[in-house]
Every structure is written in C-alpha cells, then in structure tokens.
C-alpha cells in the first residue's frame, strides 16, 4: 500500500482537524514483515486500533477467536445496509463468514475492504 501513503497521511490529518484524535498512519514492507509485526502485537496485547489482516483465512479466524477482531455486521447492517451496499460484494466476502464456515467463526462481517 506504499502507493498510498500520501493520501492516508492527509486523511489522518484531516481527522485530527475534525475529531482532536491523533492517528499514527505506518506502512510496512514486504507483506511479510507486516504480519509479522501484527502477530507480535498481538501476541503482546498491543495491536492498534485500525489494522489490516494480510494472513490466510485460519488466521483471520484465530484472530477473530480471540477477540482482536470486532464483528462490524451490525454496523454495515444498519439503516437497511447503507454502509455494506457502498463496497463490492466480493471484496466485503473477502472479510466474512459465513454460517457453517470451516473455522467455526460466528457468521459476520470482520472487515473492511480498503479497494
């Protein structure tokens, strides 16, 4: 995502102007060096609030399993989907389970597509 560097710098500084709430935006490079560093994190109870999830889907589950992961459904449910109906079908799968899923992940909808 380095090609978006300079556009989530201004959108953290344009929620600062609007909220007060400093954001710390940080890229990492390779991929690898990424998850690695949010399993750390995780591993030590200090993930950030915002992060994304670039590992297999058993990962995601085991993060979802144990609670690092928030279910959005609720929110991209309200107002009859006016939030979920904003992204691709296929991209928002990307970030969902489904009921019966091979990973006994609760049916939800675990993220949020960036593309």
Not at 35 to 61: H, N
Not at 74 to 93: H, I, N, Q, T
């Amino acid at each position: 995502m380095t090609d978006r560097e300079e556009t989530f710098k201004e959108l953290t500084k344009q929620y600062k102007e609007k909220t007060g709430v400093d954001v710390r935006f940080e890229l990492y490079a390779p991929t690898a060096a990424y998850t690695a560093k949010i399993r750390a994190a995780a591993q030590a109870s200090k993930l950030p609030d915002v992060y994304g999830v670039l590992m297999q889907m058993r990962d995601f589950a085991a993060f979802i399993k144990a609670d690092h992961i928030y279910d959005l459904t609720p929110y991209m449910e309200a107002d009859e989907g006016a939030w979920r109906d904003v992204f691709f079908k296929s991209a928002l799968e990307m970030n969902s389970f489904t009921k019966g899923n091979q990973y006994n992940v609760k049916p939800g909808i675990y993220g949020v597509p960036i593309d």
